[in-house]
């Protein structure tokens, strides 16, 4: 079992930028796969970003591609996600995963997951 706890949520104006952080512990060594996933009330969670903890693949959504950057820290076994020129629509409870099945074609799907973080909320005015 793998324990997620998501930090660096807040409130930014359009155009901003915000780091959140996912502390990972427990069974840290099943991490294959990691990915942050956004959901606002009323709609199903979406895959935003994911990563394989043990190189360099990345995948994004088509909506955060070349504005949000995913990346892990395996030394402290903390995931990350660089959001920047923040948009209204980015406004979501974020929240990490982890454990994930290793199928590239799934990495943003989160049925893949079995391990998830309490949330992180983030705001976004215009």
């Known amino acids: 079992q793998v324990q997620l706890v998501e930090s660096g949520g807040g409130s930014v104006q359009a155009g901003g930028s915000l780091r959140l952080s996912c502390a990972a512990s427990?069974?840290?060594?099943?991490?294959?796969?990691m990915a942050w996933f956004r959901q606002v009330p009323g709609k199903e969670r979406e895959g935003v970003a994911g990563?394989?903890?043990?190189?360099?693949?990345?995948y994004y959504a088509d909506s955060v591609k070349g504005r949000f950057t995913i990346s892990v820290d395996n030394a402290k076994n903390t995931l990350y996600l660089q959001m920047n020129s923040l948009k209204p629509e980015d406004t979501a409870m974020y929240y990490c995963?982890?454990?994930?099945?290793?199928?590239?074609?799934?990495?943003?799907?989160?049925?893949?997951?079995?391990?998830w973080g309490q949330g992180t909320q983030v705001t976004v005015s215009s």
């Open positions: 990563i394989y903890t043990g190189g360099s693949s990345t």
């Open positions: 995963a982890a454990d994930g099945s290793g199928d590239y074609q799934r990495i943003l799907s989160p049925d893949d997951y079995k391990n």
């Open positions: 427990g069974s840290t060594y099943r991490m294959y796969s």
